[in-house]
């Protein structure tokens, strides 16, 4: 019998029907301290598209044009292998994240958490209130009372849905084009009126009707967590050897025999997906720290110490031992920090523009008229910014001439340049069959690279 939760999922009754969950309004310390985080990640999520960095908007995701710009930096189909580094280290990261501090990332920052619980299910304790008025709601006959909440419940949702879908277009396609799109009339940009209008009715569909089962059912993390978490992983977890057996106080009752809970089912009514704690880690927990404070209430009413559930891992739970930094957290910790130094070295590293000079292979030099010397040099430009760009190449090293064959200089966004030049130079200043030289790139009249490479003559050959 104490098994039998295994049997269902929370959100689907013995008929095999939804199940629907009404979870009381948490309150409490983590809970204050929850909905800090998302206060700042909505802000930030609402205000990033109109913030603006060198020029860029701060945050773009222009999938279509495939052009990216992270906070200020813009990324280009050039840049793929940064983008496929940065996916690796992330998803290792998220392994690595997980199996030592377990669902934080559902719990803090998961978006679907911070709409669902710090956005959606706010707008309906405020108009229909707490659990038990909303089981009544449901309950209730059809009656303009009814139909006003609900009405305005859902029309605000969807509202919300749809600001969060024009928030989105300007992640996309730009804030300036969004602006564009949503001040025209919709006839003249169709598409993305019907882009947002659909994505908003999805949105709206997740929480206002799909809710908790995205985490249960559809989130690839949620399903990972079976083979990513162990017995030390960090847990919203019930302290069975502390809480149990379990049992209502009775005033008469005067031995030491019961744990420390008392029954209540109060860190059960305030779970978002249904389930109990009690019986132990499960996939559908997603660490929201509710029935940490639930339950902290109740132990400081019946003046015990507060965590009976908290943040622990089963393995410090049975060995009454608290979590503490292992030698595993600190190897994982050092993987962690190399991945990411990678990757911010490669994105540090990386220029607006990339620049090859070569002599162009397979070529020695050419005798020019005036007692001159040519060689015939490669060039290679990919302009990785979205802005037109005209590059000069001058000679740093000595006195000469280059003579661009074919186009000029002036690359368009994102545009690669294969051109030819030839550097002239007098004899008179060569003294060895190679010698070296250094050319500048200029941008607008900044130096913005200097490139070494060498001359070949037959000068040292004849002396
Ligand atoms: S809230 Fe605490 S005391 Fe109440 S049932 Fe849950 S674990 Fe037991
Ligand atoms: S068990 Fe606790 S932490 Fe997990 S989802 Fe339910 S209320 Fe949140």
């Given at each position: 019998m104490d098994e039998q939760f295994r049997d269902s999922i929370a959100t689907i009754n013995e008929k095999g029907k939804r199940n629907w969950i009404y979870p009381k309004k948490p309150k409490g310390r983590y809970h204050m301290a929850r909905v800090f985080v998302a206060v700042f990640l909505l802000l930030f999520f609402i205000l990033a598209p109109f913030v603006k960095i060198n020029g860029h908007q701060m945050l773009l995701f222009n999938i279509l044009e495939r052009?990216?710009?992270?906070?200020?930096?813009?990324?280009?189909?050039?840049?793929?292998?940064?983008?496929?580094?940065?996916?690796?280290?992330?998803?290792?990261?998220?392994?690595?994240?997980?199996?030592?501090?377990?669902?934080?990332?559902?719990?803090?920052?998961?978006?679907?958490?911070?709409?669902?619980?710090?956005?959606?299910?706010?707008?309906?304790?405020?108009?229909?209130?707490?659990?038990?008025?909303?089981?009544?709601?449901?309950q209730a006959p059809v009656s303009a009372k009814k139909v006003?909440?609900?009405?305005?419940?859902?029309?605000?949702?969807?509202?919300?849905?749809?600001?969060?879908?024009?928030?989105?277009?300007?992640?996309?396609a730009g804030t300036e084009n969004a602006v564009g799109y949503i001040s025209a009339s919709p006839n003249k940009h169709l598409t993305s009126f019907i882009a947002v209008i659909a994505f908003s009715l999805l949105f709206y569909f997740i929480f206002a009707r799909f809710r908790e089962q995205a985490c249960v059912i559809v989130c690839p993390y949620g399903r990972l967590q079976g083979v990513l978490l162990d017995e030390n992983s960090l847990a919203v977890?019930?302290?069975?050897?502390?809480?149990?057996?379990?049992?209502?106080?009775?005033?008469?009752?005067?031995?030491?025999?019961?744990?420390d809970c008392i029954d209540c089912k109060l860190c059960v009514q305030v779970c978002p997906t249904g389930i109990d704690i009690r019986n132990g880690i499960q996939l559908e927990c997603v660490n929201?720290?509710?029935?940490?404070?639930?339950?902290?209430?109740?132990?400081?009413?019946?003046?015990?110490?507060?965590?009976?559930?908290?943040?622990?891992?089963?393995?410090g739970i049975k060995d009454r031992t608290r979590f503490k930094i292992?030698?595993?957290?600190?190897?994982?910790?050092?993987?962690?920090?190399?991945l990411l130094s990678v990757f911010g070295v490669l994105i540090a590293n990386r220029t607006d523009i990339d620049i090859k000079i070569l002599r162009t292979p397979g070529m020695l030099y050419q005798d020019q008229p005036g007692d001159?010397?040519?060689?015939?040099?490669?060039?290679?430009?990919?302009?990785?910014?979205?802005?037109?760009?005209?590059?000069?190449?001058?000679?740093?090293?000595?006195?000469?001439?280059?003579?661009?064959?074919?186009?000029?200089?002036?690359?368009?966004?994102?545009e690669k340049n294969e051109s030819k030049f030839m550097l002239i130079l007098e004899k008179s200043s060569l003294?060895?069959?190679?010698?070296?030289?250094?050319?500048?790139?200029?941008?607008?009249?900044?130096?913005?690279?200097k490139i070494k490479t060498s001359f070949l003559s037959h000068v040292g050959m004849t002396k």
């Open positions: 052009k990216f710009i992270l906070f200020g930096l813009p990324f280009g189909p050039h840049d793929f292998y940064i983008f496929v580094i940065g996916f690796i280290a992330f998803i290792v990261f998220i392994i690595l994240f997980t199996a030592i501090y377990g669902r934080l990332f559902c719990g803090w920052v998961c978006p679907q958490t911070i709409f669902m619980e710090s956005v959606f299910r706010k707008i309906e304790y405020l108009i229909e209130g707490d659990f038990r008025q909303q089981i009544a709601l449901d006003l909440k609900k009405g305005l419940k859902h029309f605000i949702f969807f509202l919300v849905a749809f600001i969060v879908a024009n928030l989105f277009l300007a992640y996309i977890a019930y302290d069975f050897v502390r809480g149990e057996p379990r049992g209502k106080i009775r005033k008469d009752d005067s031995s030491d025999s019961k744990g929201c720290t509710a029935c940490i404070d639930a339950c902290d209430e109740v132990m400081e009413k019946i003046n015990k110490p507060r965590g009976l559930i908290r943040y622990d891992s089963l393995k292992s030698g595993r957290i600190i190897v994982y910790t050092i993987v962690l920090t190399i001159k010397i040519s060689n015939l040099y490669n060039l290679n430009i990919v302009n990785k910014t979205f802005d037109s760009l005209k590059v000069e190449i001058r000679l740093l090293s000595m006195e000469g001439e280059i003579k661009f064959i074919g186009s000029d200089m002036y690359l368009k966004p994102q003294s060895k069959i190679n010698t070296p030289v250094e050319f500048g790139v200029f941008e607008d009249g900044k130096e913005i690279k």
